[in-house]
């Protein structure tokens, strides 16, 4: 089993900027592709961004291209989300996501939530003035 943990969600003003970190413990030598998802109200949850085993491929939703930064970090199994010029319509819960497959792609990623194993329990990002 694999615990996936968010943390660093809060209220910004628009124009600010967060940073969301997530940590995965357990059984982590599979986790292939991590990736932020994120839910607002009334919506369908959807892919924000998305990094490889390998953190060479990324992937990032048109709406946050410029603007969010995802990095990882496999020795203490952690990705992390640099939110900068955040606007109100980024205000979401904003679930980590990890990917637990042993015979994967060390390079390549998926943006599809069904694939995902794992999630966290999700923190709130709120912007407004």
């Known amino acids: 089993q694999v615990q996936v943990v968010e943390s660093g969600g809060g209220l910004v003003q628009p124009g600010g900027f967060l940073r969301l970190s997530c940590s995965a413990s357990?059984?982590?030598?599979?986790?292939?592709?991590m990736a932020w998802f994120r839910q607002a109200p009334g919506k369908e949850r959807e892919i924000v961004t998305a990094?490889?085993?390998?953190?060479?491929?990324?992937y990032y939703a048109d709406s946050v291209k410029g603007r969010f930064t995802i990095s990882r970090h496999n020795a203490k199994n952690t990705v992390s989300l640099q939110m900068n010029s955040l606007k109100p319509e980024d205000t979401a819960v904003y679930y980590c996501?990890?990917?637990?497959?042993?015979?994967?792609?060390?390079?390549?990623?998926?943006?599809?939530?069904?694939?995902?194993?794992?999630w966290g329990q999700g923190t709130q990002v709120t912007v407004s003035s």
């Open positions: 996501a990890a990917d637990d497959n042993p015979e994967g792609s060390t390079v390549a990623i998926t943006t599809i939530p069904n694939e995902y194993d794992y």
């Open positions: 357990g059984r982590t030598f599979g986790i292939r592709t």
């Open positions: 990094v490889s085993w390998s953190g060479r491929t990324t």
